[in-house]
């Protein structure tokens, strides 16, 4: 099929759009919009722009919303008026390449998450499920191809992509090309654990663009190195932005840190629905008691096991603080079709029950775990929060450490893994810590109760601003705009 040489100005390409459909009993389907930086930031460049966003089905109800559509392109009435172009990727194909190599490879290698006695294993099943991310990525060059206009900008998203940019360039030169990362990068020797061809081929995909952008400097620098040192490039740095040099294709490396949407956040945390969540929890923690508040899915990365060994070291060590505070722990189960995804889940529930049962009290419960996704219920934590531990193993961004200082009623203390991205921008009023040192956590975790109400106050007021710097849409205009700059 030839291009569309009279299509979209702009396009976005991520594994996930921002509708999702589920069939009706009566077998027509029911769109749910999503939200995000994505959502937010198409809205911000206006109708004019002829934006199209290309993603995937992810189940059965998005499969039949593509059959039913012609050519792939969604009803704008279930999109919330976005041009959607929806790929019917063969399940067993985006299986592959979602669960087996982006989730379990990309995922494990940029979060340092191996045990490495044990894994990786690159055998002839990894070469299969591969070849299958190939076709993934293919599909989505095929049909950026088909649907941009000549010159069009293209932003394509995160480690689920990563062949695209340079698939793309092959089939369309014209193109402004980006791919901003979502994760961090790892560094060279971590990196290394891929194949060699492999981690050549991920790295050239990304390189076939104009630019290539990151959450922090950190996980920019870290991509620099891993294309000087697998590849050979030329790292060029002291300009506005580092240049990487490869096989004659220059691309620029930049930086973009994702913040909180502030406006929504203040308006969506006022909400009935919120305040009716505050009641509860205030009502679960008990009066007088302070909270320790955590929000994540229970990824292997988000660290949840060692928080709550740190918090029960706080209780061995801080007696004084035994029937004082709660931890309301949300760990929101995530990627439950794999099995060490269920295995730590089940280890988040033993480890909180085992502190329930070893200080719990008739009238104190020491941790209130949920694990069942309210947004509306972690807002009102985040407005009741006393103290915020956000520890993870590694992570791009962690907008959860942004968010909370903008929703905060009377101030909250941010404990901080030093291994967040948001630790670049929130280090200076948070208490940053090493992940992995329970001991070092839990005495941060006293010093952030302890901390007068006045100084916790303002910290919380900069870490406020800090974390909202570049909201959504101003994050995804940067983006287009330094692909007009180039």
């Known amino acids: 099929m030839a291009p569309d040489r009279s299509g979209a100005q702009v396009l976005v390409a991520s594994n996930r759009g921002p509708v999702s459909y589920a069939p009706r009993e009566d077998g027509s389907l ?84 191996y045990q490495t006695p044990f894994a990786p294993v690159f055998d002839e099943r990894f070469r299969a499920q591969w070849a299958a991310y190939e076709t993934y990525n293919t ?17 394509v998203q ?27 990068w790892a560094p060279p020797d971590y990196f290394r654990l891929l194949p060699d061809d492999i981690a050549a081929r991920l790295l050239r995909g990304i390189l076939g663009g104009d630019r290539a952008a990151f959450l922090t400097e950190r996980w920019a620098a870290a991509f620099a190195d891993c294309a000087a040192a697998v590849l050979g490039a030329e790292v060029v740095r002291g300009g506005a932005e580092p240049v990487v040099r490869d096989e004659g294709h220059t691309t620029r490396l930049g930086v973009h840190g994702l913040g909180a949407d502030a406006e929504f956040l203040r308006r969506r945390s006022r909400a009935a629905d919120v305040d009716e969540r505050l009641a509860g929890l205030r009502e679960q923690i008990g009066p007088g008691r302070k909270s320790i508040v955590r929000v994540d899915r229970t990824e292997l990365s988000k660290n949840i096991v060692r928080g709550l060994l740190a918090y029960r070291r706080l209780l061995d060590t801080r007696p004084e603080w035994r029937g004082r505070v709660v931890h309301v722990a949300f760990a929101y189960p995530s990627r439950q079709d794999l099995a060490i995804y269920r295995d730590y889940t089940a280890e988040v529930r033993r480890v909180a029950e085992e502190i329930n049962a070893a200080y719990g009290t008739a009238d104190w419960r020491p941790v209130v775990l949920h694990v069942k996704d309210d947004f509306a219920r972690s807002l009102a934590a985040y407005r009741l929060a006393d103290v915020a531990l956000v520890n993870p193993i590694r992570d791009g961004m962690n907008l959860v450490a942004k968010e909370v200082p903008v929703v905060s009623e009377a101030g909250c203390a941010l404990v901080l893994s030093r291994e967040a991205g948001a630790s670049a921008e929130l ?47 101003q994050w995804f205009l940067a983006q287009l705009r330094a692909l007009d700059e180039l």
């Open 158 to 184: 995160d480690y689920h992509l990563a062949l695209v940019p340079a698939l793309l360039r092959e089939r369309r030169p014209d193109l402004r090309i980006g791919h901003f990362s979502h994760t961090p």
């Open 30 to 113: 029911a769109a749910r919009r999503g939200g995000g930086g994505l959502v937010s930031g198409l809205s911000a460049i206006g109708p004019d722009a002829d934006a199209v966003w290309v993603c995937a089905a992810l189940g059965d109800g998005d499969r039949q919303a593509v059959r039913q559509a012609r050519g792939g392109h969604l009803d704008p009435a279930g999109t919330g008026g976005q041009r959607v172009r929806m790929l019917d990727i063969a399940p067993d194909v985006f299986t592959a390449a979602y669960n087996d190599i982006a989730n379990s490879v990309l995922w494990f290698v940029h979060h340092l998450l």
């Open 427 to 473: 280090g200076g009023d948070a208490l940053v810590v090493n992940p992995y040192d329970v001991e070092a956590t839990a005495q941060a975790l006293h010093e952030a109760l302890a901390m007068p109400e006045g100084e916790r106050a303002e910290r919380t007021k900069r870490l406020a601003a800090a974390a909202t710097a570049l909201p959504p849409q």
């Open 139 to 155: 599909a989505f060059a095929d049909a950026l191809a088909q649907e941009a206009a000549d010159g069009a900008a293209v932003l």
